[in-house]
């Protein structure tokens, strides 16, 4: 892949960490506000204990999020991004485009799926 390429990629995975880093600092602050609200009877606490569930659940995801385009940034750095982390070949360009931190190509992701590949610890 050439650089030109990659550094379009690298901005678009850091203008998306920012944006994710910012949303998991809110959804973190939202929750801990939820617990500090005096609710006064059932259906208050929970209401808020159903808000506080989604605001996790939320910010779980963010987070597993935030980890991939970490992970998809330090690719670059060492100069292996676009490559399957599994096979080795070269990740669909279309597919980065859709999924810029995608770790597999179409191949192993499908195993991956089925159990069939052993998740790499990358």
């Known amino acids: 892949m050439d650089k030109k390429r990659i550094e379009a990629f690298k901005k678009r995975l ?3 960490q920012s944006i994710l880093r910012r949303n998991v600092t809110r959804t973190a602050e939202d929750g801990r506000r939820a617990d500090e609200e005096a609710t006064q009877d059932i259906a208050d606490r929970a209401a ?4 506080k569930e ?3 659940h939320q910010s779980n995801n963010e987070r597993q999020l935030l980890q991939m385009v970490e992970a998809a940034l330090s ?3 060492e100069g292996t991004f676009g490559q399957c982390i599994s096979c080795g ?4 360009p279309k597919r980065l485009e859709a999924v810029p ?3 597999h190509c ?3 992701q499908e195993k991956l799926e089925r159990g ?3 998740e790499a610890s990358h």
């Open 54 to 56: 989604f605001l996790f």
């Open 101 to 103: 931190w995608t770790r």
């Open 116 to 118: 069939t590949l052993e």
């Open 48 to 51: 808020s204990s159903y808000n």
């Open 14 to 16: 850091e203008e998306r």
């Open 89 to 92: 070949r070269d990740i669909n």
């Open 106 to 108: 179409i191949e192993c």
């Open 75 to 77: 690719r670059i750095r």
